[in-house]
């Protein structure tokens, strides 16, 4: 199931959150989305899942257009806000059926059966919500999604206060759910999304700034300084460095040793060689460095 976002703008009072978006979401992938604090991307899930109209633009599934009013198409979609509100004081089943109920699902018992199985539930399924750990919320939160069997999955930061054993489980959940579906999930890590999607979309200031696989992202597609690892054959103080070169960032490894990200796309090497020489000093090693997806993101969202 693919969806279209078209044009897509949002206004709330004076304030632009989405500012002429357009994407498509394409069956069965499992997209990574990606923005800054404030750039849009909860307001963008919120019109996706027909929580929030958009004040211009459209979103279509199937040929049919997603709003607040159309009960129809949003039935397709599974949508986990952020800081998902629970009923805390229900049991797991109890909150699961209720959800079964609201939908109006056939079969509510085994519905809820199958989601506890899907999510990894069983264990604690006896439990109040309010006994949970927070890793076990968010497989509730994402059961409470998947109840009616949607083709497409909203999740708005699912793995957000997490630790590390927990986030771990929740990734490879939604690497299994997006073999069937597609996934749609916002999250402020990177490696999260290097780990598990095989697309990322970033957006800033409302605006589509970057959309493509990590590699081609990575290859400078969208933004292609080229990262050096320097070693000098003794110290060097990184004022003298960034006061001398045109660089976009240092980051010391040691007293000698740093990786320097260039302010534009021109190639840092011959500069540190002039550079050296200009100082008396020695380069024992010039690597080039290719840029994680953290340097990408930062680049192409510091405004
Ligand atoms: N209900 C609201 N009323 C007024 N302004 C809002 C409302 N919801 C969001 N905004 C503003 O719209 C902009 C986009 O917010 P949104 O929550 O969509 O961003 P986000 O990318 O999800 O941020 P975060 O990563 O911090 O969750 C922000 O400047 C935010 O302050």
Known sequence: MSIQIEGISKFYGEQKALDNLTVALNSGELVGFLGP???????????????????????????QTVTPENHEVRRDIGYLPENNPLYTDLYIKEFLTLTAGFYQLADKA???????????????QHKKIKALSKGYRQRVGLAQALI??????????????LDPNQLEEIRLLIRSISREKTVLFSTHIMQ???????????????????????????SGAFFSA???LVEFGTPVLPSTLSGQLPLASLEPLSDRSFVLTPADEHDLRPVLFRFAVDHGLVILTLTEKKASLENIFQKLTRN
């Open 37 to 63: 604090n404030g750039a849009g991307k909860s307001t963008l899930m919120k019109i996706i899942t027909g929580y929030l109209a958009a004040d211009d633009g459209t979103v279509r599934m199937n040929g």
């Open 110 to 124: 085994q519905k809820v059966a199958r989601v506890i199985e899907m999510t990894g539930l069983g264990p604690e």
């Open 148 to 161: 009616h069997d949607p083709s497409i999955l909203i999740l708005d930061e699912p793995t957000t206060g």
């Open 192 to 218: 999260e999304v290097e780990a598990i999607c095989n697309r990322v979309i970033i957006i800033n200031q409302g605006k589509l700034i970057a959309d493509g696989s990590v590699d081609r992202l990575k």
């Open 226 to 228: 080229q990262q050096v």
